[in-house]
């Protein structure tokens, strides 16, 4: 479905340039789930924002359902079925919860969006009409992102850190409404952005990002093994609040 194609992105300031991804080369297929995971700072945000267009990439390609999509912008790629949830949401201040869900699918009828709402925690009574500004905390935006996301049936949704914010339960909530919605699904497939040793070994591929380039990618049985450790440790560094490198 999307076909990544010596894909690189770099910056450039005071004319020095820095690379930030290079010749990534990627495959993603209808039906699965892809754990995309490596350091801070490896350049693992910076593919998704590229893959929705909203940094342009200085080489490469980005093929849809063969089509070179490279020269579109964001709003053309999302109309072709790419849907991004930010690791940290956008506020829309005088727009309420529901406005935003209708706007990510005017179909929905007033029924499946309070379904929708309580399948990712967030009681329909208390949240339809609360202003998208700065009154929701961090973990509720998060879920609303979320929301907004599920309810467009996106061909390809990219979830940048879905547990950052939430709490444990609506972790576990959320990753089996993904897991449900994408895995095996013939129409549709997802990418996760996590470091989250819960959810990366359930995704069907395992992509690790290191200095802003590929540096293990295969089926989850090949790859959790190789990085398992290396991903305890980056849990147990941020729960003693230890910087991780």
């Given amino acids: 479905m999307l076909h990544l194609e010596n894909l690189s992105f770099s910056v450039h300031n005071n004319g020095d340039s820095k690379q930030i991804i290079s010749d990534i080369n990627l495959d993603i297929k209808r039906g699965k789930l892809y754990g995309i995971t490596g350091p801070n700072g490896g350049g693992k945000t910076t593919l998704a924002k590229v893959i929705m267009g909203i940094l342009t990439h200085t080489a490469g390609h980005i093929y849809l359902d063969g089509e070179d999509i490279s020269d579109k912008n964001i709003t053309e790629r999302a109309n072709l079925g790419i849907a991004y949830a930010f690791q940290q949401p956008p506020r829309f201040k005088g727009l309420t919860v529901e406005d935003l869900v209708k706007i990510a699918q005017p179909k929905l009828s007033n029924l499946s969006v309070r379904k929708r709402m309580r399948d990712v925690g967030l009681c329909p009574e208390d949240y339809l009409d609360r202003d998208m500004g700065s009154g929701l905390s961090g973990g509720e935006m998060k879920r609303i992102e979320i929301l907004q996301v599920l309810a467009r049936n996106a061909k390809l949704a990219i979830f940048d850190e879905p547990e950052a914010g939430v709490d444990l339960w609506t972790i576990q909530r959320l990753v089996d409404i993904i897991v449900g919605k994408y895995q095996n699904n013939p129409e549709a497939a997802a ?47 941020t729960c003693r609040g230890e910087e991780i490198i």
């Fill in 191 to 237: 990418v996760l952005i996590t470091h989250n040793r819960n959810i990366l070994p359930i995704c069907d591929e395992i992509v690790v990002i290191e200095e802003g380039r590929i540096k293990h990618h295969g089926h989850r049985d090949e790859i959790w093994p190789i990085i398992r450790d290396d991903i305890v440790c980056q849990v147990q560094d």
